[in-house]
């Protein structure tokens, strides 16, 4: 099984809608990471969380919102969702304890279409 | 944000051949860290190799390697005798002391028969 899983996978969705992109994790880490990645381009980070009871907002999180319900668990919420926001969703973890250099490790990826 | 520049965007390797990937990198601290990521057609994104801004040695992972000249601030990744397998897109990523990664816009590998 993977180690960090995001649902759903694919999601198209219409302006206007609230959603709800989730993010599980079974490493026990606790760091959490979004990121956002429009075509042909790198990764952006919209939220990120050092623990539990840690959120920080990142680059882009202008029309997000976030919440660490757990250690394992990291929810992305796009509340009035918009045709600029389709692109693809990462979640990725890591544990600065466990290595020299704070690995991250991603998900598969959501992709999100907005129409 | 850091800034990181790939310059190249898109790429062609003949199989076997050796493939020269460039970064650069803007920062004034002297502790950082330096990453590639490997992004196949299928979206995963997948760590490929690490070097540490007080590494004297390049970092080496198998076919991989990172030429790291820190004074040119630059981060060169080096595909040795390519595969078919290896054509992606390759991200060049950075962090600081705060852990967040900051991403390249990519180079896009396409290996030849």
């Known amino acids: 099984d993977a180690d960090v899983t995001q649902t759903p996978r694919n999601r198209i969705t219409k302006t206007g809608k609230r959603i709800m992109l989730e993010c599980s994790q079974t490493?026990?880490?606790?760091?959490m990471y979004w990121y956002r990645q429009d075509p042909g381009l790198g990764l952006q980070l919209i939220y990120y969380?050092?623990?539990?009871?840690?959120?920080n907002k990142g680059e882009i999180s202008d029309g997000y919102s976030v919440s660490r319900q757990a250690q394992a668990k990291f929810s992305l919420s796009l509340e009035s969702a918009i045709p600029n926001q389709t692109a693809l969703y990462f979640c990725?973890?890591?544990?600065?304890?466990?290595?020299?250099?704070?690995?991250?490790?991603f998900g598969p990826g959501t992709r999100l279409t907005v129409l | 944000a850091q800034k990181i520049t790939q310059t190249q965007p898109g790429m062609f390797v003949q199989e076997k051949e050796a493939v020269t990937l460039d970064c650069t990198y803007d920062?004034?601290?002297?502790?950082?860290?330096l990453f590639w990521y490997k992004q196949p057609s299928s979206g995963e994104m997948i760590f490929l190799i690490y070097?540490?801004?007080?590494?004297?040695q390049n970092a080496t992972e198998g076919r991989y390697s990172l030429n790291f000249q820190k004074a040119r601030k630059s981060a060169n990744l080096v595909i040795s005798a390519s595969q078919l397998g290896d054509s992606a897109m390759y991200f060049c990523?950075?962090?600081?002391?705060?852990?967040?990664?900051?991403f390249g816009a990519g180079t896009t590998v396409t290996v030849r028969a």
């Open positions: 070097q540490g801004s007080y590494d004297e």
């Open positions: 490493k026990g880490h606790d760091r």
């Open positions: 969380s050092f623990d539990v009871k840690d959120i």
């Open positions: 990523a950075t962090s600081l002391n705060d852990y967040k990664l900051s």
């Open positions: 990725a973890t890591s544990d600065p304890s466990g290595s020299s250099y704070n690995e991250q490790f």
């Open positions: 920062t004034s601290d002297q502790s950082y860290g």
